[in-house]
């Protein structure tokens, strides 16, 4: 077995000088009834040449998403991620190591993740954000739970405009933990109804823009009302890439922000492992879940960096830590930091508006095409009405070698609204691309 | 071409020309190189990505977009240094042994990171029709099928993203089971004293009340504390097994029995699974369910923290409640039940948006595949064969916690063999990487006083447990001779940075780079 190196020499004289007649001596304490004589029914060991050949087999059962044209988004997107990103994230340093409890040996890691927090902090307008959570979903359940700890109210609304499965996943986690979910209906334009939706008891309103329709909004003037009944303002994000042309969450109000960092750095791996971006004001850090990196001074007084605050956290508070989180997606952030490092703040506001100029090149060809365009402001991603129930349109394009976007009954088959599909364009999308889409709908 | 030595010295000249309190010019240390943050690199109107015209104008967004972005960009070569300088001041697999306990710290095959960047997994978006990702679907199945088998369990949940969240999942499985079968009203959780901080923090997330079971001077959990403490306002227990003190509960099958007697259920911490792949099946032991870390057992990459995978095995009794999404085989394939109906029906609701850690997924089935039966059971046996060995070489110098009969796959000291020296458990994890080694899991379990748990895993040669241990024999006797104590106060001396002020950083938290803190230095 090619990983491991102990010879049947080693295994003897090992065994020697542990004093144990054979392997099974140092299982003694397994139950006799639970020890298995031999392999379990499963196929024997493989050689490097034969499991690549069996995995490349099941990954051209696959349709890759750069092999035709594609426009599906819904909280994953598909960028362009520079080369340099995956070599550096595969360098044995980084790729394998631990969470850095030992800062003297892990200021690689401790570093990127100050930078990380600080990147993060800048682009949704807030004062400092933690280490990374596991995706985008899960940050906003958290945020829901961090809510409650910080006004301690049970109750959260969340919007209609909210992808359904991270209200999903939020009425999951909140549900178990005694809050009560107001989870309004899905719409197209769902944030003007938030605001009635508010009362005394609202621990928070989690808002998404732009949202899962693609409508971007200000919601100002939601964190106002919230704020006017004592609750916090959560704006989330699934498409990171607007942080370059749209306004903050911080600038509009928001009291947590979190987002699906995967457009950044990331692939689309089928779903993840992707990064979750969780911000929030300055008071309210001690409430925070998840890892942190604080900046200090080691014992020259040379600048380092250590993971801090963790009286918040499970390893140390048990049962009244913030969070169970332990592992987060640390090497999913360093790839965040590095394509960000590569953009810097005038990269990405360019590449922001080459998808939204990509997006308002598909809606033109989309409405050309007979279809009506239901998102009135969108940054990389629109909601079009179908001729009829948009899941099969999707199947038959499918086979036509055109991915057409996501058909919103596949995220909530219960919201009536079988006749929408999501449609996204980002850089990588070409006008060929969109002429071809154009021309299958036009042909249905 | 060959380099002109004509004329050269090719041999070092004078025996007095050590390190010892040399100071570059410039203050630099040779390879190890100082490195500022982005922030201060310059570079705010820079950027490393060449990217075309922008053809339209975002007049339809008026009033909605931001008026600047003030992050720093760096061109592609300063870029590659910035991120090449940091990584060298990180400790890794790939350097050294790395002992974390409870960590499982094992080689990461590059087959299965070649394998996760195949388009046909990576660029395969979680959303496209069902009909093209057949291969994808059929991989998550046999991982499944492959889980299935090794812990001899009914079913299983893949979405979790790590440890915890599988923790999470699992729990909130035995609620929804409870709350189906009429015993909502269970709502206290028993956990030894020895668990991860995990345990405890997963049972209060989901609301429940956690009650500690005591354990037996011997290091397993006590069965009279346990029988006396369940009831039926138990809704589950979460023991770790082997245990956080790398033994293998003896009593785990009467453990099961008292727990399913008394209508909980007996949620097993599957972190250490690596110490029993292929020899037991927990299935046989009596567990309901229990979380895999493929980043532990599995191999998948550590990555400085994350992203890990956690899918929960579950038994028959819980499996109906699983969470959305998986993978079912239909007329025309496989498919996926990804909202809780139908199939699903009792599905506890969604642990997160799309199916889960899907790279990770591609990276633990090439490395069963790599293994498969026979090499899983090896395993197991290398890892615990590796434990044992560095238990026995030095337990003469250091004092096992626990040192009648054999550990598993991790070895746990006590820290009564630095009695008198003035020297602590954390100065030796300290002074070990002045010795080339990253340090034990220092301090956890709690239960043990001053505890050093080594998990070497069954990836380490002889040679290089030889290295391991003769560093630590020698700092052992190091530690307990008359020699000055500074070697161990103030270590490490070798490490880019020395030891950091953690109670600055907790008092006065700087958790992002700001103008500002460049001023105040």
Same mark, same amino acid.
């Given at each position: 077995?090619?990983? %491991?190196?102990?010879?049947?020499?080693?295994?003897?004289?090992?065994?020697?000088?542990?004093?144990?007649?054979?392997?099974?001596?140092?299982?003694?304490?397994?139950?006799?009834?639970?020890?298995?004589?031999?392999?379990?029914? %499963?196929?024997?060991?493989?050689?490097?040449?034969?499991?690549?050949?069996?995995?490349?087999?099941?990954?051209?059962?696959?349709?890759?998403?750069?092999?035709?044209? +594609?426009?599906?988004?819904?909280?994953?997107?598909?960028?362009?991620?520079?080369?340099?990103?995956?070599?550096?994230?595969?360098?044995?340093?980084?790729?394998?190591?631990?969470?850095?409890?030992?800062?003297?040996?892990?200021?690689?890691?401790?570093?990127?993740? +100050?930078?990380?927090?600080?990147?993060?902090?800048?682009?949704?307008?807030?004062?400092?954000?933690?280490?990374?959570?596991?995706?985008?979903?899960?940050?906003?359940?958290?945020?829901?739970?961090?809510?409650?700890?910080?006004?301690?109210?049970?109750?959260?609304?969340?919007?209609?405009?909210?992808?359904?499965?991270?209200?999903?996943?939020?009425?999951?986690?909140?549900?178990?933990?005694?809050?009560?979910?107001?989870?309004?209906?899905?719409?197209?334009?769902?944030?003007?109804?938030?605001?009635?939706?508010?009362?005394?008891?609202?621990?928070?309103?989690?808002?998404?823009?732009?949202?899962? +329709?693609?409508?971007?909004?200000?919601?100002?003037?939601?964190?106002?009302?919230?704020?006017?009944?004592?609750?916090?303002?959560?704006?989330?994000?699934?498409?990171?890439?607007?942080?370059?042309?749209?306004?903050?969450?911080?600038?509009?109000?928001?009291?947590?922000?979190?987002?699906?960092?995967?457009?950044?750095?990331?692939?689309?791996?089928?779903?993840?492992?992707?990064?979750?971006?969780?911000?929030?004001?300055?008071?309210?850090?001690?409430?925070?879940?998840?890892?942190?990196?604080?900046?200090?001074?080691? =014992?020259?007084?040379?600048?380092?960096?250590?993971?801090?605050?963790?009286?918040?956290?499970?390893?140390?508070?048990?049962?009244?830590?913030?969070?169970?989180?332990?592992?987060?997606?640390?090497?999913?952030?360093?790839?965040?930091?590095?394509?960000?490092?590569?953009?810097?703040?005038?990269?990405?506001?360019?590449?922001?508006?080459?998808?939204?100029?990509?997006?308002?090149?598909?809606?033109?060809?989309?409405?050309?095409?007979?279809?009506?365009?239901?998102?009135?402001?969108? +940054?990389?991603?629109?909601?079009?009405?179908?001729?009829?129930?948009?899941?099969?349109?999707?199947?038959?394009?499918?086979?036509?070698?055109? %991915?057409?976007?996501?058909?919103?009954?596949?995220?909530?088959?219960?919201?009536?609204?079988?006749?929408?599909?999501?449609?996204?364009?980002?850089?990588?999308?070409?006008?060929?691309?969109?002429?071809?889409? =154009?021309?299958?709908?036009?042909?249905? | 071409?060959?380099?002109?030595?004509?004329?050269?010295?090719?041999?070092?000249?004078?025996?007095?020309?050590?390190?010892?309190?040399?100071?570059?010019?410039?203050?630099?240390?040779?390879?190890?190189?100082?490195?500022?943050?982005?922030?201060?690199?310059?570079?705010?109107?820079?950027?490393?990505?060449?990217?075309?015209?922008?053809?339209?104008?975002?007049?339809?967004?008026?009033?909605? #977009?931001?008026?600047?972005?003030?992050?720093?960009?760096?061109?592609?070569?300063?870029?590659?240094?910035?991120?090449?300088?940091?990584?060298?001041?990180?400790?890794?697999?790939?350097?050294?042994?790395?002992?974390?306990?409870?960590?499982?710290?094992?080689?990461?095959?590059?087959?299965?990171?070649?394998?996760?960047?195949?388009?046909?997994?990576?660029?395969?978006?979680?959303?496209?029709?069902?009909?093209?990702?057949?291969?994808?679907?059929?991989?998550?199945?046999?991982?499944?099928?492959?889980?299935?088998?090794?812990?001899?369990?009914?079913?299983?949940?893949?979405?979790?993203?790590?440890?915890?969240?599988?923790?999470?999942?699992?729990?909130?499985?035995?609620?929804?089971?409870?709350?189906?079968?009429?015993?909502?009203?269970?709502? #206290?959780?028993?956990?030894?004293?020895?668990?991860?901080?995990?345990?405890?923090?997963?049972?209060?997330?989901?609301?429940?009340?956690?009650?500690?079971?005591?354990?037996?001077?011997?290091?397993?959990?006590?069965?009279?504390?346990?029988?006396?403490?369940?009831?039926?306002?138990?809704?589950?227990?979460?023991?770790?097994?082997?245990?956080?003190?790398?033994?293998?509960?003896?009593?785990?099958?009467?453990?099961?029995?008292?727990?399913?007697?008394?209508?909980?259920?007996?949620?097993? $911490?599957?972190?250490?699974?690596?110490?029993?792949?292929?020899?037991?099946?927990?299935?046989?032991?009596?567990?309901?369910?229990?979380?895999?870390?493929?980043?532990?057992?599995?191999?998948?990459?550590?990555?400085?923290?994350?992203?890990?995978?956690?899918?929960?095995?579950?038994?028959?009794?819980?499996?109906?409640?699983?969470?959305?999404?998986?993978?079912?085989?239909?007329?025309?394939?496989?498919?996926?039940?990804?909202?809780?109906?139908?199939?699903?029906?009792?599905?506890?609701?969604?642990?997160?948006?799309?199916?889960?850690?899907?790279?990770?997924?591609?990276?633990?089935?090439?490395?069963?595949?790599?293994?498969?039966?026979?090499?899983?059971?090896?395993?197991?046996?290398?890892?615990?064969?590796?434990?044992?060995?560095?238990?026995?070489?030095?337990?003469?110098?250091?004092?096992?916690?626990?040192?009648?009969?054999?550990?598993?796959?991790?070895?746990?000291? $006590?820290?009564?063999?630095?009695?008198?020296?003035?020297?602590?458990?954390?100065?030796?994890?300290?002074?070990?990487?002045?010795?080339?080694?990253?340090?034990?899991?220092?301090?956890?379990?709690?239960?043990?006083?001053?505890?050093?748990?080594?998990?070497?895993?069954?990836?380490?040669?002889?040679?290089?447990?030889?290295?391991?241990?003769?560093?630590?024999?020698?700092?052992?006797?190091?530690?307990?001779?008359?020699? $000055?104590?500074?070697?161990?106060?103030?270590?490490?001396?070798?490490?880019?940075?020395?030891?950091?002020?953690? #109670?600055?950083?907790?008092?006065?938290?700087?958790?992002?780079?700001?103008?500002?803190?460049?001023?105040?230095?």
């Amino acid at each position: 077995m090619r990983y %491991l190196p102990l010879t049947a020499d080693d295994r003897a004289e090992m065994l020697g000088v542990i004093g144990a007649p054979d392997i099974d001596a140092l299982f003694a304490d397994v139950p006799s009834a639970a020890r298995l004589p031999g392999p379990v029914d %499963l196929p024997r060991h493989a050689g490097e040449l034969e499991v690549e050949r069996e995995l490349a087999g099941l990954a051209a059962l696959n349709r890759a998403a750069g092999a035709g044209p +594609f426009f599906c988004g819904a909280g994953a997107y598909r960028h362009h991620v520079p080369a340099t990103v995956d070599h550096i994230i595969q360098r044995s340093e980084f790729l394998t190591s631990y969470t850095p409890y030992q800062p003297e040996i892990a200021q690689g890691t401790l570093q990127v993740l +100050f930078e990380f927090q600080t990147q993060v902090a800048g682009l949704t307008g807030m004062d400092v954000a933690n280490a990374s959570m596991y995706d985008g979903s899960t940050a906003c359940s958290e945020a829901v739970l961090m809510a409650k700890r910080v006004n301690r109210r049970g109750k959260a609304v969340l919007s209609g405009g909210l992808h359904p499965h991270y209200a999903a996943t939020t009425q999951t986690i909140a549900h178990a933990e005694g809050m009560e979910i107001v989870r309004l209906p899905a719409a197209i334009d769902a944030e003007a109804a938030v605001i009635d939706a508010i009362d005394d008891q609202t621990a928070c309103v989690v808002v998404q823009t732009p949202n899962v +329709f693609g409508v971007v909004t200000d919601v100002t003037k939601i964190a106002e009302a919230a704020h006017a009944r004592g609750a916090l303002l959560i704006v989330v994000t699934t498409e990171a890439v607007s942080f370059g042309l749209l306004k903050s969450p911080g600038e509009m109000g928001a009291d947590i922000a979190v987002a699906e960092g995967q457009s950044i750095g990331n692939a689309l791996n089928y779903g993840g492992p992707y990064v979750g971006l969780f911000a929030t004001r300055e008071k309210l850090v001690r409430q925070m879940p998840g890892r942190l990196c604080g900046e200090t001074v080691d =014992a020259d007084g040379q600048r380092g960096y250590v993971l801090t605050l963790s009286t918040r956290e499970q390893h140390i508070r048990r049962e009244k830590a913030t969070s169970n989180i332990c592992t987060n997606s640390g090497l999913c952030a360093l790839a965040f930091t590095i394509h960000m490092t590569l953009l810097g703040g005038t990269g990405l506001q360019q590449l922001a508006r080459i998808n939204h100029a990509r997006a308002r090149e598909l809606a033109r060809a989309v409405a050309g095409a007979g279809l009506e365009v239901l998102t009135p402001r969108f +940054f990389n991603e629109i909601a079009v009405r179908t001729k009829g129930p948009a899941a099969p349109l999707v199947e038959r394009l499918a086979a036509q070698g055109i %991915l057409a976007g996501v058909p919103f009954s596949r995220l909530d088959p219960h919201a009536g609204l079988d006749d929408v599909l999501l449609l996204a364009a980002t850089e990588t999308t070409t006008s060929d691309d969109i002429a071809a889409l =154009a021309a299958a709908l036009k042909a249905l | 071409m060959t380099m002109n030595t004509v004329g050269r010295p090719t041999r070092p000249e004078g025996a007095a020309a050590g390190a010892e309190g040399f100071q570059s010019l410039t203050g630099a240390r040779g390879l190890v190189q100082d490195e500022p943050l982005i922030f201060e690199l310059g570079g705010w109107t820079k950027t490393g990505v060449d990217l075309p015209d922008v053809t339209e104008d975002a007049d339809d967004l008026a009033g909605l #977009t931001r008026a600047g972005l003030e992050l720093p960009g760096l061109s592609e070569p300063e870029a590659m240094r910035h991120f090449v300088r940091l990584s060298q001041k990180n400790h890794a697999i790939d350097l050294a042994l790395y002992p974390l306990g409870s960590c499982t710290m094992k080689h990461n095959p590059r087959l299965n990171e070649k394998a996760a960047r195949m388009a046909g997994f990576a660029d395969l978006h979680p959303l496209q029709p069902v009909s093209t990702t057949q291969g994808a679907l059929a991989l998550m199945d046999r991982l499944a099928h492959w889980l299935k088998t090794l812990t001899g369990m009914p079913g299983v949940a893949l979405s979790p993203k790590a440890g915890a969240h599988g923790e999470l999942c699992g729990l909130l499985c035995i609620k929804a089971a409870h709350e189906a079968a009429g015993q909502g009203s269970r709502r #206290t959780v028993l956990v030894p004293t020895s668990a991860h901080g995990t345990n405890p923090a997963t049972a209060a997330f989901v609301g429940y009340t956690v009650t500690e079971i005591a354990q037996t001077a011997d290091g397993r959990v006590d069965l009279a504390d346990l029988e006396a403490k369940l009831g039926d306002h138990v809704a589950a227990i979460m023991v770790t097994n082997p245990n956080t003190c790398g033994l293998f509960e003896r009593d785990i099958i009467d453990i099961a029995k008292l727990t399913h007697a008394a209508g909980a259920y007996f949620y097993c $911490d599957g972190a250490n699974f690596n110490a029993i792949v292929g020899r037991v099946r927990p299935g046989d032991l009596g567990v309901d369910a229990m979380h895999i870390n493929l980043h532990k057992t599995f191999s998948t990459p550590h990555g400085g923290g994350g992203p890990g995978a956690g899918p929960v095995v579950l038994s028959a009794a819980l499996a109906p409640f699983a969470p959305a999404p998986w993978v079912v085989s239909g007329e025309a394939g496989l498919a996926l039940a990804e909202a809780a109906e139908g199939e699903a029906a009792q599905a506890f609701g969604r642990m997160c948006a799309f199916h889960g850690q899907m790279g990770m997924f591609v990276r633990a089935y090439a490395y069963m595949l790599s293994h498969g039966a026979d090499g899983l059971r090896q395993v197991a046996e290398d890892a615990v064969l590796n434990a044992n060995y560095i238990k026995a070489r030095l337990g003469d110098v250091m004092t096992p916690a626990f040192p009648d009969g054999p550990c598993m796959h991790e070895a746990l000291f $006590d820290d009564r063999w630095l009695d008198g020296t003035g020297v602590t458990t954390l100065d030796i994890a300290k002074a070990m990487i002045d010795e080339g080694f990253h340090p034990m899991t220092m301090y956890f379990p709690l239960v043990v006083h001053g505890a050093m748990l080594i998990e070497p895993t069954e990836t380490e040669s002889k040679r290089e447990l030889d290295r391991f241990c003769d560093a630590l024999r020698a700092l052992a006797l190091a530690a307990k001779g008359n020699d $000055d104590k500074d070697r161990f106060k103030n270590a490490p001396h070798l490490a880019p940075l020395r030891r950091l002020d953690e #109670t600055l950083a907790a008092r006065k938290p700087k958790l992002a780079w700001r103008p500002e803190t460049l001023a105040a230095e």
